[in-house]
């Protein structure tokens, strides 16, 4: 998952849990709300009755000490005003149940003494619960709006900002990384950034990516410069021991020895060709100019490793019908890519084994499969097979150096064809070759 779906999502299901715990809490906060507003028109009802009293006297509500009441129609507010004792005081609002016309209704009563004169008056002014918690619903509908439309904006926000802030690390992953073909690089280029953090990332990158580089450079040239001065003394050996055996007077028992020798440095001279190509294929010292179907390379392959399939009885059947043109590739190398690839399934299947090869169209692209009925490779093997030297557990071959399949990866990195390798052991092994559409014909009608 990136990091910046990642931080989206973090910022969604943060959101949440505030959006939860709100309209958990918000019945209590609209109550409080609602409690609060209307405690604070009781008090301005209130002062307005003072007032009025003050400015029009005590009499303007009351007649001959009686008590005054007036009640709203549906009994929703009422006011009350009588005297009391001198002594008594009160000040206080707080819920409390009133006896109206034989009901007994809720109200939020504001309770309030004052004195006139020489006279002591309870004022009461009330509000009913119902009245007051109509409005619950409303507020807590809108409220939920306002949030949920807030949250929204705030996740669109942090997904603009997160994108924002995160471009130069998206851009220093394909442009430094991903969009760099290994281990040929770019000359450095500076991700303009205000992060201190992706600045450091970048020259670091960039400083990691030299080293690589120079490694991979020395390790080319040593193996070019190694493969061609290992040549000159191993061909001078091998003509010394031919002219040693056109000497009349050599010894049967040094003959042997001699021949033994031979065959190490034949052995000695292929490894040698075999890691020079391998670095003249990576320092691209091949032209890719060349077209050639896939039946005619296929076919060439056939005739050159057909006296190894008869020697070991292997039948070898050529799927390859559509008559597909590889155009902008080195024959060559192409040749022995195949040539590679069928000769370890000749080399490692059982005898009398099969070997089917299948040319076929996947979609867009072109694929060669090469299926043998061999020993198979091991599951644990199976992602080191490429690697130089690296000789399989299962192979009882003293000929084989594990430089065959590297070539293959080698001439395939260097034609853009990727290698599918799937085997199981004791079964056998399918190698698919897939070739990038540029390099194929005309495809057949789909």
């Given amino acids: 998952m990136k990091l910046q779906t990642k931080l989206t999502l973090f910022n969604a299901i943060s959101k949440l849990v505030i959006v939860t715990l709100f309209i958990l809490l918000l019945p209590n906060i609209i109550e409080n709300i609602n409690k609060s507003y209307t405690d604070s028109r009781l008090v301005k009802q209130k002062d307005k009755l003072l007032q009025y009293v003050r400015d029009k006297g005590i009499n303007y509500y009351m007649e001959d000490g009686q008590s005054y009441g007036s009640y709203l129609p549906l009994k929703e507010e009422y006011i009350s005003l009588a005297e009391v004792e001198p002594n008594y005081y009160l000040d206080t609002i707080k819920y409390e149940k009133r006896l109206v016309e034989r009901d007994t209704i809720d109200y939020r009563i504001l309770s309030h003494t004052f004195k006139v004169g020489k006279s002591n008056y309870l004022l009461e002014i009330g509000k009913s619960s119902e009245t007051i918690g109509e409005t619950t619903g409303p507020l807590q509908n809108i409220a939920f709006q306002i949030l949920l439309g807030m949250i929204l904006l705030t996740i669109l926000a942090d997904q603009i900002f997160s994108s924002y802030i995160l471009r130069p690390l998206s851009t220093i992953i394909r442009t430094k990384l991903i969009g760099n073909k290994f281990p040929k690089f770019t000359v450095y280029k500076e991700v303009k950034t205000t992060t201190s953090d992706f600045q450091h990332l970048d020259i670091s990158i960039h400083k990691m990516v030299e080293t690589i580089e120079t490694k991979f450079q020395k390790e080319r040239e040593f ?224």
């Fill in 223 to 446: 193996i070019s410069n190694a493969s061609h001065e290992l040549m000159t003394p191993i061909s001078i050996l091998q003509s010394k021991i031919e002219n040693m055996f056109e000497q009349d007077d050599i010894a049967d028992e040094l003959k042997v020895r001699l021949l033994e020798m031979q065959k190490i440095l034949n052995r000695l001279k292929s490894i040698t060709k075999t890691l020079l190509l391998i670095s003249q294929i990576e320092n691209e010292q091949f032209l890719k100019e060349d077209t050639i179907t896939v039946k005619e390379l296929v076919e060439d392959v056939y005739e050159e490793i057909s006296i190894r399939l008869q020697d070991r009885n292997i039948s070898l059947a050529l799927l390859v019908s559509d008559d597909v043109k590889l155009v902008n590739v080195n024959k060559f190398l192409l040749f022995n890519l195949l040539f590679n690839l069928i000769n370890n399934a000749i080399k490692y299947n059982r005898p009398n084994g099969e070997i089917t090869v299948t040319g076929q169209w996947v979609k867009d692209y072109y694929t060669i499969s090469i299926t043998d009925t061999g020993i198979g490779i091991a599951e644990e093997e199976l992602p080191y097979i490429f690697n130089r030297f690296k000789k399989l557990k299962q192979s009882l071959s003293q000929d084989s150096f594990g430089l065959g399949l590297p070539i293959v990866m080698s001439i395939a990195t260097f034609h853009k064809i990727g290698i599918i390798v799937n085997s199981e052991k004791g079964t056998g092994s399918t190698f698919t070759l897939t070739f990038p559409i540029k390099l194929t014909g005309n495809a057949p009608a789909k």
